[in-house]
């Protein structure tokens, strides 16, 4: 990890036991807007500004990669003013941010159904990683049209047809495999996972790939993630003891004796 991205890291946290990847539910946009008499689409606008944020923080204490959760396929039942907002809003952004993710050296990838896009908003996408698919300093997976049981099902399915065509066998069918056929294939697994608004589910996002994640949830509005509540997230799953299905310590021989 390179120390000149480590210049603003707290001292209170260890620079050696930062998660590697990051990944986000940002909720709270439309209450947030709606406690200040503004229409949701005003939350969702800072709420892009909270990202970029994050996004610039991540990079800036060494953070590897950043996984937001932009809009679930569940989302398209939403007013449609508020759906073709964030449509907009995510066209706009790419077009206005891509310079600056290109001296960032970000490289962006977009995970979900995109084919269900506006074909304008597709072109966006794929221009935009393209034109950042050689950065290498921070991986920033967006995920839009998103819903995970989707992923996991489509997944299946390429396995399914590999071995209708006699490419695979049933019995070469593993987890390992089926991670290969995901949309995060190329990104590890997030080793933190934030949500804010206080709400505690998961709501169809990264179902897979958050078997072993550190989970925090945060009462704070999405627009109010700022840089110290990111502070106070780490400093949680720093203090957490990430085990992984194993034990800390090894029972002794004699204290697995008294326990049996």
């Known amino acids: 990890m ?3 991205f480590l210049s603003s890291l707290p001292v209170d946290l260890d620079p050696q036991r930062l998660p590697r990847h990051v990944a986000v539910i940002m909720d709270g946009n439309g209450r947030w807007a709606t406690q200040r008499g503004w229409p949701r689409v005003a939350g969702h606008r800072q709420g892009a500004k909270t990202l970029k944020a994050l996004l610039r923080c991540c990079k800036d204490w060494g953070i590897e990669s950043l996984t937001a959760y932009a809009f679930s396929t569940e989302n398209w039942r939403r007013s449609p003013e508020e759906v073709n907002f964030l449509m907009l ?3 706009r952004l790419l077009r206005q941010e891509l310079a600056v993710m290109q001296r960032e050296d970000v490289k962006i990838t977009f995970i979900g159904d995109l084919s269900g896009l506006p074909k304008v908003l597709q072109q966006e996408i794929h221009y935009a990683t393209q034109m950042t698919a050689h950065n ?5 997976n967006v995920a839009v049209n998103y819903g995970s049981r989707a992923e996991i099902a489509q997944a299946c399915r390429r396995v399914a047809e590999q071995v209708e065509q006699g490419k695979l066998s049933a019995a070469s069918v593993s ?3 089926i991670e290969q056929y995901l949309d995060t294939a190329d990104t590890p697994a997030p080793d933190l996972l934030i949500r804010t608004s206080g709400e505690l589910r998961l709501s169809n996002f990264l179902l ?3 078997a072993y994640t550190e989970l925090y949830f945060t009462d704070i509005l999405w627009p109010d993630f700022d840089r110290a509540a990111f502070h106070q997230a780490l400093l949680t799953y720093q203090s957490r003891d990430r085990r992984f299905g194993t034990v800390s310590t090894p029972l002794s021989n004699s204290a697995a004796q008294a326990v049996l």
């Open 208 to 210: 897979w790939q958050l």
């Open 89 to 91: 809003l995510f066209k």
């Open 2 to 4: 390179a120390t000149k």
């Open 136 to 140: 290498r300093t921070i991986q920033f």
């Open 175 to 177: 987890e390992d495999l």
